[in-house]
């Protein structure tokens, strides 16, 4: 299945900031609540702020604005939440605690590198 232009906009942002694992599951199949989660791994908190920041900044210029954005000021797990698009950006250790690859385990899944 091809993905919105808005998954491919976030992804190519998330890694020009040097996330790391990041991934799109493309939940249309299973999901009436947003389309696609897009997964990323930033290794401190400083880093996953670079990533949200670039993120916005990105799709913002494409006209894409975040209804919502939580857990910046905590910075283990920020989602950023864009209507059919819904960004997670966590540390490795809240990654692996959550681990929402395995919860959506029959999502298609789109690795990017």
């Not at 913002?60 to 939580?70: D, N």
Request: aromatic residues 8%.
């Amino acid at each position: 299945m091809k993905l919105p232009a808005i998954v491919e906009l976030a992804a190519a942002a998330a890694l020009d900031k040097k996330a790391t694992d990041v991934v799109a599951l493309d939940l249309r199949p299973d999901s009436s609540f947003t389309d696609v989660f897009l997964l990323a791994t930033g290794h401190n908190q400083r880093q996953l702020v670079a990533i949200c920041d670039a993120v916005e900044e990105s799709l913002r210029k494409e006209g894409y604005r975040a209804g919502h954005v939580e857990g910046y000021p905590r910075q283990e797990w920020i989602l950023m939440d864009y209507g059919d698009l819904v960004v997670h950006l966590m540390t490795p250790k809240a990654r692996e605690f959550y681990d929402l690859e395995r919860l959506w385990g029959a999502a298609h899944r789109k690795a990017y590198a």
